[in-house]
T-cell receptor
């Protein structure tokens, strides 16, 4: 396992188009998180899954955003009708969360979205 | 909502110098984490702190979890050019979301 993989690394899209990003977490990790990071800021939480269940969503996740983790493994984040303000780095992270375990997340390298 | 105040925003130092940065919060966290991010990459975990008062080292890095659970600092000793990057603190309360600081941009002059 080579860590958390995100695809694509870069995406340029026209305003109004839909985009979908994929995240493959570390295989034994049961939690998967999506964050958004704009230039000069720290990452901001969007949503997270425990296995296939989406347990929490931030108010940043407008109704144009949807995330899925259908089989509890990889996840997709879709943005519909993209706006210029959606331009950011979208980071995925995973962790193993069970009683008695500890540890920070492992982040992927991110998908850089540019909306023109 | 929760906010982390991270300082300084940027630092310019000479190779070999020691560096200190810190984070404060208006809220209590159960875990403090320190990450480093290189351009175009995701954050990489440096140190995790789980207990108030805990002092943990990782090579030239030392971090402490404040007694009040509302602050943490990170020290880097004998800096080297590859220490260049953005350092983020992050707090965790419920085992789910992390709240990040705004980062400290470190530049090391050889």
């Amino acid at each position: 396992d080579t860590g958390v993989s995100q695809d694509p690394r870069h995406k340029i899209t026209k305003r109004g188009q839909n985009v979908t990003f994929r995240c493959d977490p570390i295989s034994e990790h049961n939690r998967l998180y999506w964050y958004r990071q704009t230039l000069g800021q720290g990452p901001e939480f969007l949503t997270y899954f425990q296995n296939e269940a989406q347990l929490e969503k931030s108010r940043l996740l407008s109704d144009r955003f949807s995330a899925e983790r259908p089989k509890g493994s990889f996840s997709t984040l879709e943005i519909q009708r993209t706006e210029q303000g959606d331009s950011a780095m979208y980071l995925c992270a995973s962790s193993l969360n069970t009683p008695g375990t500890r540890g920070g997340y492992t982040f992927g390298s991110g998908t850089r979205l540019t909306v023109v | 909502g929760q906010q982390l105040n991270q300082s300084p925003q940027s630092m310019f130092i000479q190779e070999g110098e020691d560096v200190s940065m810190n984070c404060t919060s208006s809220s209590i966290f159960n875990t403090w984490l320190w990450y480093k991010q290189d351009p175009g990459e995701g954050p990489v975990l440096l140190i995790a702190l789980y207990k108030a008062g805990e002092l943990t080292s990782n090579g030239r890095l030392t971090a402490q979890f404040g007694i009040t659970r509302k602050d943490s600092f990170l020290n880097i000793s004998a800096s080297i050019p590859s220490d260049v990057g953005i350092y983020f603190c992050a707090g965790e309360t419920s085992g789910s979301r992390l709240t990040f600081g705004e980062g400290t941009q470190l530049t090391v002059n050889p």
